[in-house]
């Protein structure tokens, strides 16, 4: 009885670390691309394209699939560059703890890297 009683909030727990080890690993990988990302468009001569290309090669293949990356590029030196990064979460975790109403549809993991232009 105490097996039948205790058995669902373990697997709740469980299934909420689980989760949260996957987003928290994740997110780290989204704040690094949108730092290399924000590198890359710090350079003179850098195209748009170029920039998003490091993005999606520093998420990897599972996360950039639906990753939008936003970049604003100053033209002359010392200009903001600002690149931002959103991951869907869906992309990151399996969704554990819909039946309870924590749903990852429609959340986004964001990172955004501001520098200077070389």
Known sequence: MEL???L????LVLFA???YSMLFFARGSVVEASRVGARTATYPGTSLEVVEQS????????LSQNANV????????GD???????????NASPDL?????????????VAETVM???
């Open 55 to 62: 993005v999606a090669q520093s998420l990897g293949p599972q």
């Open 17 to 19: 670390v689980f989760e």
């Open 116 to 118: 200077e232009r070389e």
């Open 97 to 109: 703890l819909w039946p309870i109403g924590f749903g990852l549809q429609g959340r986004y993991l």
């Open 8 to 11: 669902p909030l373990l697997l």
């Open 80 to 90: 903001r560059v600002s690149v931002v990064v959103q991951v869907p979460m869906a």
């Open 70 to 77: 936003l970049v604003e590029m100053g033209q002359f030196s």
């Open 4 to 6: 039948v009683l205790t």
